[in-house]
Nanobody, 126 residues
Framework: QVQLVESGGGLVQAGGSLRLSCAAS??????YGWFRQAPGKEREFVAG????????RYADSVKGRFTISRDNAKNTVYLQMNSLKPENTAVYYC?????????????????????WGRGTQVTVSS
């Protein structure tokens, strides 16, 4: 059974940091992504990483502040979030793709990911 379980969300003050984790099980994934959804807004891409070569992609709004990484031995992907802002408040979702194309290419669209976690709430207070 495929499972993606996020953890690490919480309440933090503006300027603070959080590290999200996503533990995957059930199969080998090629690409992982983090998406977020704020109230009343569409779910949007935040960051992604491929299996090989560790290619990464980021939304412009988080470049330089967020870092995605993965530990293939642990089947876990992380999102280190620094200099958090109130507008980063959202439910953060981990997503995974087993499509071979994404072994090197980073998937950045929702439709590229077939597997999703349930999300973890991140709240940034001003």
């Amino acid at each position: 059974q495929v499972q993606l379980v996020e953890s690490g969300g919480g309440l933090v003050q503006a300027g603070g940091s959080l590290r999200l984790s996503c533990a995957a099980s059930g199969r080998t994934f090629r690409s992982y992504g983090w998406f977020r959804q704020a109230p009343g807004k569409e779910r949007e891409f935040v960051a992604g990483i491929s299996l090989l070569s560790d290619n990464t992609r980021y939304a412009d709004s988080v470049k330089g502040r967020f870092t995605i990484s993965r530990d293939n031995a642990k089947n876990t992907v992380y999102l280190q979030m620094n200099s958090l802002k109130p507008e980063n408040t959202a439910v953060y979702y981990c997503a995974a793709s087993a499509t071979k194309l994404f072994t090197i290419v980073v998937a950045t669209t929702r439709s590229s990911y077939a597997y999703w976690g349930r999300g973890t709430q991140v709240t940034v207070s001003s």
